[in-house]
């Protein structure tokens, strides 16, 4: 993608009020093309009128100054009337003045039916919201049988989304980005929907006419691959969106961050939103993300820090609510924390993680009826982020703590299905078959932790340990051996696999001992020495008898084993 066609499209969108989405655009574009600075290529130049030439050329230099010399080429006057009315929140007037240019301006066609939206969302009663809204998708549904306005079909994407009509808002949204390549906002209404990696896969099969060197195209499979691939896949990503972007851009910088904090690097994840919010210091963006990543790492000084700068800066931001709710959190004041919790909510409806750290919240005051009733809205209100895990696994690892493995075991499932490379949830699955008896589904489960370890490079796993643990639960399990002379011997089923899990768990004893999991390191060395005087396979085991003579109660076992081998 050139500069040029991304300033195109910048300008296109601050015309029709996209404001976010142009700031994203002109943010990115600098370096996203090695094109030479003397001007737009031909092949665009050829298809605009003077006015938008004009407008280009001024873009870099003052953004609003450009809008205000192209209103009066494109004979939008009553643009200038919408701006006001926006502001006042009068919709349904900017709607009815701009009917008249309609036919004969494409921007006056969209923000006529975006303000017809906005006038709908803000009704108080739902019944009066619907009503406009349904004949808004009528009319739409008629506009598009007649012709394909990428920006259109944007506004289309959104009643439907209201309407609760999720498929048809998808096929929407990908015939947009389709017609409009650029037009982020749409790409960001795609990242919401897609709630699953099998609609990822089909998602992305169905933008393959879209060239790999759109960022827009790059920054869709970034933000799905951190919820649904491992943190390799979204590197690589990442990788080749700051090939084509502006690296420098905050929004590609927070992404960066992002993808950390969503695979648990919570440290890594601190380093890079310090970074940019250093060097960006009116940025709030994501500043809910980087409080919770500094909640868990439990940095009290910088989170009071943060808390601080986001009040200071806008305190009606819900970024803002969640990370002054951290901050209280922290501090134990449960209460206050709930209050900015909730005002979180009333700024933003549809913030699932507001409703999940009131339930945890709630948890910490020992409440857990009031617990459950706030992750289930979490997970249940229909206009909240349908992707968002973090609801589903607390009330897996709530109703494990009550002794209810079955409830416990739906909502990890779902999990899983959300976000399918996190080991956590593969191991609340597999603790949930441990407690209901079904050894060989535990095993599928933990086997299936480990295998997300491994493509995550992680080591040290909690899988792994009580992998471990169950095989050597099995192992009064016995089966029946051939032997070379067709005799038959008893031998334990699971001693075997028991034992090569403890070792793998004794080999990576640095990082245990290190993560604070000394005991489980004893507990290996314990088993594999057992193991050892059990089948007299000695290989190997002088590691284990030297960890373990460190420990006064377990000298007595180093003894035994001296004593055997003498």
């Known amino acids: ?56 050329a001024l873009f870099n230099a003052s953004f609003p100054f450009a809008i205000l010399q192209l209103t009066d080429s494109f004979l939008l006057t009553p643009l200038s009337s919408l701006i006001g009315d926006e502001k006042s929140k009068q919709f349904a007037l900017a709607a009815f003045v701009l009917a008249k240019a309609e036919a004969t301006s494409p921007i006056a066609r969209f923000v006529r039916y975006y303000s017809t939206l906005l006038d709908a969302e803000a009704k108080s009663r739902k019944s009066e919201k619907d009503e406009i809204l349904r004949k808004l998708q009528d009319v739409l549904e008629g506009l598009e049988a007649r012709q394909k306005d990428g920006y259109i079909l944007f506004v289309h994407s959104l009643v439907c989304l209201r309407l609760k009509m999720k498929d048809r808002a998808t096929e929407l949204l990908i015939e947009c980005v389709r017609a409009t390549p650029l037009l982020q906002c749409a790409w960001e209404e795609l990242i919401a929907i897609v709630s699953s990696y099998d609609k990822m896969q089909e998602t992305l099969a169905r933008l393959d006419t879209i060239p790999h060197s759109n960022p827009c195209l790059q920054y ?47 440290p890594r994840a601190i380093e890079l939103y310090s970074q940019v919010y250093a060097e960006n210091p009116a940025l709030l963006d994501l500043c809910d993300e980087y409080a919770n990543a500094l909640y868990v790492v439990e940095d009290g000084t910088q989170l009071s820090w943060l808390a601080h700068r986001c009040n200071s800066l806008d305190p009606y931001r819900p970024e803002t609510c969640v990370a002054v709710a951290n901050y209280y959190s922290i501090r134990r004041e449960h209460e206050k924390a709930i209050g900015y919790l909730r005002k979180a909510i009333l700024l933003d ?107 995550q490079h992680r080591s040290g796993s909690t899988a792994l340990i009580r992998l471990a643990r169950l095989y050597s639960e099995m192992d009064s399990s016995m089966t029946i051996a051939t032997n070379t002379d067709n005799s038959a011997t008893l031998v334990p089923m699971h001693a075997g696999a028991a034992a090569m899990y403890y070792k793998q768990v004794f080999e990576t004893r640095g ?19 057992n193991h050892a005087l059990k089948t007299k396979i000695f290989t190997n085991i002088d590691q284990c008898l030297e960890y373990l003579s460190n420990f006064e109660d377990t000298m007595p076992l180093v003894r035994e084993f001296k004593a055997l081998m003498k």
């Open 1 to 56: 993608m050139s500069v040029a066609q991304l300033q195109h499209t910048a300008l296109a969108c601050c015309l029709r009020g996209l404001y976010s989405t142009a700031e994203w655009l002109t943010g990115i574009a600098p370096s996203a093309s090695a094109e030479a600075s003397d001007g737009a290529p031909a092949q665009l130049t050829d298809h605009l009128d003077p006015a938008t030439l004009r407008g280009i």
């Open 220 to 266: 869709f499979k970034l933000q799905t691959a951190m919820h649904f691939s491992p943190l390799s896949v979204a590197q690589k990503h990442l990788s080749k969106l700051l090939s084509i972007v502006n690296e420098n851009y905050p929004g590609t910088q927070l992404a960066e961050a992002s993808m950390y904090y969503h695979n648990q690097d919570h």
């Open 511 to 529: 990082l245990l001992e290190e993560a604070g999991n000394r005991a489980e390191v004893k507990e290996a060395a314990e088993y594999l020495v």
């Open 349 to 455: 409806e549809g913030s699932s993680l507001a409703w999940t750290l009131i339930g945890h919240e709630y948890l910490e005051m020992k409440n857990q009826v009031a617990a459950i009733q706030v992750y289930r809205k979490a997970v249940e209100k229909e206009d909240i982020n349908d992707r968002d895990f973090r609801a589903w696994y607390a009330l897996g690892n709530l109703y494990q703590m009550l002794k209810m493995p079955l409830y416990a075991l739906f909502y990890f499932h779902k999990a899983t299905i959300l976000k399918p490379y996190d080991s956590r949830f593969w191991c609340g699955v597999a603790s949930c078959h441990e407690d209901l008896k079904n050894y060989s589904d535990a095993l599928k489960s933990y086997k299936r932790a480990l295998a997300v370890d491994e493509a």
